[in-house]
């Protein structure tokens, strides 16, 4: 889940341990300390000289704070899409569900009850099922677009979920079978419905291509040789204007801690799907629209768990259970 904070409360930031790269950046900070403390040594027991002249070195300071500063803008520029990409995707579900229970609210016949409640299950297991996917280790593994393309029974998943948008641009078109003649959804009506089926197939299809388009690896690799080079070179150039054992392993481990923990931070936010504490909170910001498609359809907490619970079942013996479960109470 993403972490949340006050940014007025400087010390709590600061002294935060979830969420932060202090873990993995920690290492390479104390490493490059030690490497500055034993140039001192070496040098103070007239061992070996090992300083350089820094303004070789400094011509490199550019194209690595370049380097770094670019990885992680694009990171969060990802991350930030993505983001946007997927609040699109679930408020187009609920407007979608909206706007149809609008359209027939006044046919409170059995058959507008059952196709109400059935678009409702279909656009919430949609996207029960596109999130798991996006969330798929094997996904990421892969990295093709043709993943959304394919069924996957062994994951609970034996429609593709491309199929899945089908069979809900199928359902609309069936409208007809369910709604009396007098509140039949109006082709103009019916359209606007298609568009939003249209404008989730796509938000969806972008969001896949983020896990399936990594950052370039060309520059991805330029960039961590040329700051692994210049990090563990530079306490050799700090050396050279050193006059006591403490500057240098102290400008080390923050200029280490800075230069490191943002590529850690553009790892961090390359890949927004998963459990981590900074990815996406898939499941709460999916939880709110799936409630809201439940209400939509006009069922409550208790009988979407009755309908899960019946989910082995085909949806037309689903909703007629469903129904008969509402007369009896």
Same mark, same amino acid.
């Given at each position: 889940?993403?972490?949340?904070?006050?940014?007025?409360?400087?010390?709590?930031?600061?002294?935060?341990?979830?969420?932060?790269?202090?873990?993995?950046?920690?290492?390479?900070?104390?490493?490059?300390?030690?490497?500055?403390?034993?140039?001192?040594?070496?040098?103070?027991?007239?061992?070996?000289?090992?300083?350089?002249?820094?303004?070789?070195?400094?011509?490199?300071?550019?194209?690595?704070?370049?380097?770094?500063?670019?990885?992680?803008?694009?990171?969060?520029?990802?991350?930030?899409?993505?983001?946007?990409?997927?609040?699109?995707?679930?408020?187009?579900?609920?407007?979608?569900?909206? #706007?149809?229970?609008?359209?027939?609210?006044?046919?409170?016949? @059995? /058959? &507008?009850?059952?196709? !109400? *409640?059935? +678009?409702?299950?279909?656009?919430?297991?949609?996207?029960?099922?596109?999130?798991?996917?996006?969330?798929?280790?094997?996904?990421?593994?892969?990295?093709?677009?043709?993943?959304?393309?394919?069924?996957?029974?062994?994951?609970?998943?034996?429609?593709?979920?491309?199929?899945?948008?089908?069979?809900?641009?199928?359902?609309?078109?069936?409208?007809?079978?369910?709604?009396?003649?007098?509140?039949?959804?109006?082709?103009?009506?019916?359209?606007?419905?298609?568009?939003?089926?249209?404008?989730?197939?796509?938000?969806?299809?972008? #969001?896949?291509?983020?896990?399936?388009?990594?950052?370039?690896? @060309? /520059? &991805?690799?330029?960039? !961590? *040789?040329? +700051?692994?080079?210049?990090?563990?070179?530079?306490?050799?150039?700090?050396?050279?204007?050193?006059?006591?054992?403490?500057?240098?392993?102290?400008?080390?481990?923050?200029?280490?801690?800075?230069?490191?923990?943002?590529?850690?931070?553009?790892?961090?936010?390359?890949?927004?799907?998963?459990?981590?504490?900074?990815?996406?909170?898939?499941?709460?910001?999916?939880?709110?629209?799936?409630?809201?498609?439940?209400?939509?359809?006009?069922?409550?907490?208790?009988?979407?768990?009755?309908?899960?619970?019946?989910?082995?079942?085909?949806?037309?013996?689903?909703?007629?259970?469903?129904?008969?479960?509402?007369?009896?109470?």
């Amino acid at each position: 889940m993403t972490i949340l904070y006050d940014s007025t409360k400087t010390f709590q930031i600061i002294f935060t341990r979830r969420g932060s790269v202090w873990d993995r950046v920690l290492p390479f900070s104390i490493l490059c300390s030690g490497l500055s403390i034993m140039i001192w040594q070496l040098d103070r027991l007239d061992i070996v000289q090992l300083s350089f002249n820094h303004k070789g070195h400094d011509m490199l300071n550019i194209m690595v704070a370049f380097l770094v500063v670019s990885r992680v803008s694009t990171a969060y520029n990802r991350f930030w899409n993505t983001r946007t990409l997927l609040s699109k995707a679930l408020c187009n579900c609920r407007q979608l569900s909206s #706007l149809t229970a609008a359209f027939t609210n006044r046919d409170e016949s @059995p /058959k &507008a009850k059952i196709f !109400r *409640i059935t +678009l409702g299950k279909q656009i919430v297991n949609f996207i029960d099922k596109f999130l798991q996917v996006l969330q798929d280790d094997d996904f990421h593994s892969d990295k093709t677009i043709s993943y959304m393309e394919e069924s996957h029974v062994e994951k609970g998943i034996p429609v593709s979920i491309m199929d899945l948008a089908n069979e809900l641009y199928q359902l609309i078109v069936a409208q007809k079978n369910y709604l009396q003649p007098e509140h039949v959804i109006s082709i103009q009506k019916e359209v606007i419905l298609h568009k939003l089926i249209g404008e989730i197939t796509k938000c969806v299809t972008e #969001l896949a291509t983020y896990p399936a388009t990594p950052y370039p690896f @060309p /520059k &991805a690799q330029m960039s !961590r *040789i040329l +700051l692994m080079v210049w990090i563990f070179t530079l306490p050799f150039a700090l050396h050279t204007n050193a006059t006591n054992p403490y500057t240098t392993p102290i400008m080390m481990f923050f200029i280490s801690y800075g230069f490191f923990g943002l590529e850690f931070v553009s790892i961090e936010l390359d890949d927004p799907f998963g459990c981590d504490d900074n990815d996406l909170d898939i499941k709460e910001l999916s939880g709110v629209i799936k409630a809201g498609i439940l209400a939509d359809s006009g069922l409550t907490m208790k009988h979407a768990q009755f309908l899960e619970m019946e989910n082995s079942k085909s949806t037309k013996a689903v909703v007629n259970n469903y129904l008969t479960k509402i007369e009896e109470e």
